[in-house]
């Protein structure tokens, strides 16, 4: 059974920090790309941040230089680090595994509220 559940994601103040987990089960992990993306209320969702299985990364422009996403294969979680966060970064995130093959899921996803 796949499940990917993230983590780590509340309530914090503009200029803040927090670190999102997301752990996988059931899919071969260390062969995957994992990315993670974001949909706030009335906005499309966006690819936030990904890395490859070779641990090659990217960013949306938005983020960078203020989030960093990395992996542990020994724990099947990717993370992201989240730094200087601003109101503009509200939204749910959303974690997703992708294959080679295309095959891919969904994690349900975690609430990030910025306050200002």
């Known amino acids: 059974q796949v499940q990917l559940v993230e983590s780590g994601g509340g309530l914090v103040q503009p200029g803040g920090s927090l670190r999102l987990s997301c752990a996988a089960s059931?899919?071969?992990?260390?062969?995957?790309?994992m990315g993670w993306y974001r949909q706030a209320p009335g906005k499309q969702r966006e690819l936030v941040a990904r890395?490859?299985?070779?641990?090659?990364?990217n960013y949306a422009d938005s983020v960078k230089g203020r989030f960093t996403i990395s992996r542990d294969n020994g724990k099947n979680t990717v993370y992201l680090q989240m730094d200087k966060l601003t109101p503009e970064d509200t939204a749910v995130y959303s974690c997703?595994?992708?294959?080679?093959?295309?095959?891919?899921?969904w994690g349900q996803g975690t609430q990030v509220t910025v306050s200002s």
């Open positions: 059931g899919i071969i992990f260390n062969i995957a790309d």
């Open positions: 997703k595994v992708e294959y080679y093959n295309r095959h891919y899921y």
């Open positions: 890395i490859t299985a070779g641990g090659s990364t």
